[in-house]
C-alpha cells in the first residue's frame, strides 16, 4: 500500500494529530515503507487460525461492582492545564 | 561499591561496612560526575534517595530490613512516580507530577529500596536506540558514540556505567533484553502478567511487561522477589503463586535440553555475534546441557506481525492524551479540535506520531482484517511454534540482537532498519513467554547478548541458567574503562 499525501491527511485527522505541510511528504514515504513491511504477512496462510486473543487464554477478571477509590479532585486537577472551579477548561464547544 | 552486586552490597549494609546513606551519596556522586557524558537520567531524585536511605538505615538497624533495603537503583521513566515528574521521555509529559505510585514502584518502597532518579527511554518506549528521547539520546558506556539500545536505554546505560547498581525496564518488543545485549547487562523480560502494569504507561498494553536490569542473574532474582505478583489493579496480571527466585540458582544443569531455533542463525546476524552465542551454547554443552537444533517457522512474520500489533494498541492507548486533563496543552487553541490536534502534534515526537498513524491506518473502517486481525492470527501461528518447541526442549537459546551496539544516527531516518534490530526478541512478546538476556562476549570491544526463552512463567529457571554460566565466566563482572573509578 503506498499512501499519498491526503492519505496521510486523513489519518492524521482521524488520530487527532496536527501535521504541517513539510511533514506530509515525509510522512507518505515513510508510512508507505512501514506499511510495505507488513504487508510481508501476507504470504502466510492463515485461513484456518483463529485469531489470539491472550497468550494465556486468560479472561479478563470482574470483581463487584463497589466504589473502591476516593475522591482525589484537588490532587489530580492540579496537574491540569486549566481548570476553574473544579472543573477542566477547554475552548467553547457549544456557539 | 560501585562494582559489587546487589547481593554484595546488601551483606556490606548488613556487616556495618557502609550505611545506605553513604552508598546513596557514592552513586549520586557518580551520577553527577558521568551523568552529562551519557544522559541516562531525566530527572535525578537527590532528596527522595537521601530520604529513602535514611529511612533504609534506620530499619537495617532495627533488624527490619528486606533483601533491597538500602539499596539504590534508578527507575525506568514510565512507571509514575507519586509526586516526582514521570515524562515517559515526552514532551507531552514534560510537566506530568504523577499524582500516585505504579505497583512495581510501590513494592520497592515497601522493600526499602532508595530512588536514585527516572531513567531516560525511547518516547513512550517507542525506539530501539533511546534517540527518540524528548530530553536528547543517551550514550552508551562502551562507546558513547553508539547507542545503548532502546527502549530502556537510559536505564541500561546507568547500569553498565555503574551510576545505579541495577535498575528497572520495560519489554514490548525488546526494550529490556535488546539494551541489557549492547551495554552487557543481565536482563529479564517475565511472562506476560507476571509484573504488574499498573502505573506503567501503557504502549502496547498486550506486549508490555517490566523487569528487572542487573549486573548479575543474582541480582535481576532479587529484584524480581520485589516486582513480581499478582496485582488486583492489573486487569491482565495473572493469579499465580510467585517462587523465590534466588531459591533455585545453584542447582545443577544436568538433563536440560536446550533448543537452538536455525532460523536465529541466518541472514542479518552479524558472523562474529553469531559465534560468540555458538560458543555459549557450546559452554552449556560442557555443563550437561543437550543441544537440540529446532525451527521456528514462522519467525520471519514477527516483526511485520508486532508493526501492526504495537502500533494498533498505542494509537488507542495514547489517544488519553487530549490536552484536557494533564499534560501539554498548545498555546491559545481557536477551538476544541485544535487543542486536540495541536497539543498531540507538538507534544508527541516524530516516531510516536507515526506510530499512531499507522495505527490508526491498521484499525480504520475497511483495513481492520488486512492488518489488525491477520496480525492477530500470525500471533497465534508464532506461539505455537514456541509451544511445539517446549514439548522437546526445557528452553531455546540464541542471539539476543544481530549486532552489537550500532553507531548513533545510523538507523534513526530509517525505521525499517530499526525495527529489524528487535528481530530476535520480539516473538517472545507477541507469544507473551518469559526471557532473559546475559552477557557472553565481545566483538571488538562491544558486549554481545544470549538471550535464553523460557516458557510461561519459568523465570526461576531462566535466572537458575543464567546464574550458572556467570559462575563460570566473567563477561558480565567486566566494567567500561572510561566508567571504572
Known sequence: MVLQRSDVEKIAHLARLAVSEEEL????????????????????DVSRVAPMAHPLDAVQRLREDAVRESSQREKFQAIAPRVEAGLYLVPKVIE | MHKQSIASLAQGLRQGDFSSEELTRHFLDRIHRYNGALNCFITVTEEVA????????RRLRAGEAHALTGIPLAHKDIFCTDGVRTSCASRMLDNFIAPYDATVIQSFKAAGAVMLGKANMDEFAMGSSNETSYYGPVGNPWDTARVPGGSSGGSAAAVAARLA????????GGSIRQPAALCGLTGLKPTYGRVSRY???????SLDQGGPLALTAQDAALLMNVMAGFDEKDSTSIDQPVPDYCAALDQPLDGLRIGVPREFFGDGLDAAVGELV???????????AAIVEISLPNTRYSAPTYYVVAPAECSSNLSRFDGVRY????????????????SRGEGFGAEVKRRIMIGTYALSAGYYDAYYLKAQKLRQLISDDFKKAFVEVDVIMGPTTPTTAFAAGDKLNDPIQMYLSDIYTIAVNLAGLPAISIPCGFSAGLPVGLQIIGGYFKEAQLLHIAHRYQQETDWHARVPEAFET
Open chain 2, 278 to 288: 555458538q560458543a555459549a551454547i557450546g559452554q552449556y554443552q560442557r555443563m550437561g
Open chain 2, 50 to 57: 537521601l530520604a529513602d536511605a535514611r529511612e533504609a538505615d
Open chain 2, 327 to 342: 499534560g501539554y496543552r498548545c498555546e491559545d487553541p481557536v477551538d476544541l479540535m485544535d487543542l486536540y490536534k495541536r
Open chain 2, 165 to 172: 547498581p541495577a535498575a528497572t525496564g520495560t519489554d514490548t
Open chain 2, 199 to 205: 502505573g506503567m504507561i501503557a504502549f502496547a498494553s
Open chain 1, 25 to 44: 511528504a515525509a510522512y507518505a514515504s515513510s508510512l508507505s515503507d512501514i506499511l510495505k513491511f507488513v504487508e510481508r504477512m501476507d504470504s502466510a
